[in-house]
Antibody, heavy 121, light 110 residues
Framework: QVQLVESGGGVVQPGRSLRLSCAAS????????MHWVRQAPGKGLEWVAL????????YYGDSVKGRFTIYRDTSKNTLFLQMNSLRAEDTAVYYC??????????????WGQGTQVTVSS | EIVVTQSPGTLSLSPGERATLSCRAS???????LAWYQQKPGQPPRLLIY???RRATGIPDRFSGSGSGTDFTLTISRLEPEDFAVYYC???????????FGQGTKLEIK
């Protein structure tokens, strides 16, 4: 079955960096676009980034553009999110999610359980 | 930039009742670009509907989506106890690709 397991979260000081990982299994990772979505405490969902199935294109939400980088390692079936210049407002649970298959979906059909990132001095 | 607004913020209903949740976009979008998710406390979101009206795998048929242009609706025909949760709509925008979530509707037991 499809599994997405995030790791790498923790407490980090403002201005520092953190790298999140998402280990994928149960499907052909190289065939799917992948997303990061975050949720601040008690708040709604915010889309963070998307990487195409082959890594050829990457897109970012306005609030993280220029600071975060999404990438993937197909040999390890792993998705990453490199987060630099972290701010207090980046505090959230970070989810990785799979773009659903088939044409015309434009949604995410599987999600991990999330990893908590807290930016605080 | 397209803004997505959900209403109401909170909906109080009883099991067995019909729920109607609204999602409005600030400009017309393709029906293919509208999805709905359910999220329960401490859990990740679950895809319910994509393409405005297509149920995701394993989703009960009491959930249905409709709408076009700027106005979209998620309907739960007869509420079950497990349906009380927060619901988000999500819009996909192209050029460049970008996903935008509504602020959510909390469906609570009356």
């Amino acid at each position: 079955q499809v599994q997405l397991v995030e790791s790498g979260g923790g407490v980090v000081q403002p201005g520092r960096s953190l790298r999140l990982s998402c280990a994928a299994s149960g499907f052909t990772f190289s065939n799917y676009g992948m997303h990061w979505v975050r949720q601040a405490p008690g708040k709604g969902l915010e889309w963070v980034a998307l990487i195409w199935y082959d890594g050829s294109n990457k897109y970012y939400g306005d609030s993280v553009k220029g600071r975060f980088t999404i990438y993937r390692d197909t040999s390890k079936n792993t998705l990453f999110l490199q987060m630099n210049s972290l701010r207090a407002e980046d505090t959230a649970v970070y989810y990785c999610a799979r773009e659903c298959s088939g044409g015309g979906c434009y949604a995410t059909d599987y999600w991990g359980q999330g990893t908590q990132v807290t930016v605080s001095s | 930039e397209i803004v997505v607004t959900q209403s109401p913020g909170t909906l109080s209903l009883s099991p067995g009742e019909r729920a109607t949740l609204s999602c409005r976009a600030s400009q017309s979008i393709s029906s293919g670009y509208l999805a709905w998710y359910q999220q329960k406390p401490g859990q990740p979101p679950r895809l319910l509907i994509y393409g405005a009206s297509r149920r995701a795998t394993g989703i009960p048929d009491r959930f249905s989506g409709s709408g076009s242009g700027t106005d979209f609706t998620l309907t739960i025909s007869r509420l079950e106890p497990e349906d009380f949760a927060v619901y988000y709509c999500q819009q996909y925008g192209s050029s460049p690709p970008k996903y935008t979530f509504g602020q959510g509707t909390k469906l609570e037991i009356k």
